[in-house]
Nanobody, 117 residues
Framework: QVRLVESGGGLVQPGESLRLSCAAS????????MGWYRQAPGKQRDMVAT???????NYADSVKGRFTISRDSAKNTVYLQMNNLNVEDTAVYYC???????????WGQGTQVTVSS
């Protein structure tokens, strides 16, 4: 069984930074990609940033230039450095892991990020 544990969320003011972490544990075979998604109240869950096994990254337009995703493969951990946060970034942030020869997806429990003055 694969488990994802997120950390690093919190309450910050506009313009400040946060760093999210997602640690994966368990039987992780054939890593494909990890990513961060977010869901604001009353809205759908949207992709924020992803990173593949080849370290190819992809970002939502709204976070390009402000957020950076990275991965420590030895620790099975993915990070999301979020700079210059604004109120529109307020959401629950979820970690997603794609693994397997037959693709399987796992989600973390989510971590709240609130940007408010």
């Amino acid at each position: 069984q694969v488990r994802l544990v997120e950390s690093g969320g919190g309450l910050v003011q506009p313009g400040e930074s946060l760093r999210l972490s997602c640690a994966a544990s368990g039987s992780i075979l054939r890593f494909r990609a990890m990513g961060w998604y977010r869901q604001a109240p009353g809205k759908q869950r949207d992709m924020v940033a992803t990173i593949t096994s080849d370290s190819v990254t992809n970002y939502a337009d709204s976070v390009k230039g402000r957020f950076t995703i990275s991965r420590d493969s030895a620790k099975n951990t993915v990070y999301l450095q979020m700079n210059n946060l604004n109120v529109e970034d307020t959401a629950v942030y979820y970690c997603k892991l794609d693994v397997g020869i037959v693709p399987m997806t796992y989600w973390g429990q989510g971590t709240q990020v609130t940007v408010s003055s």
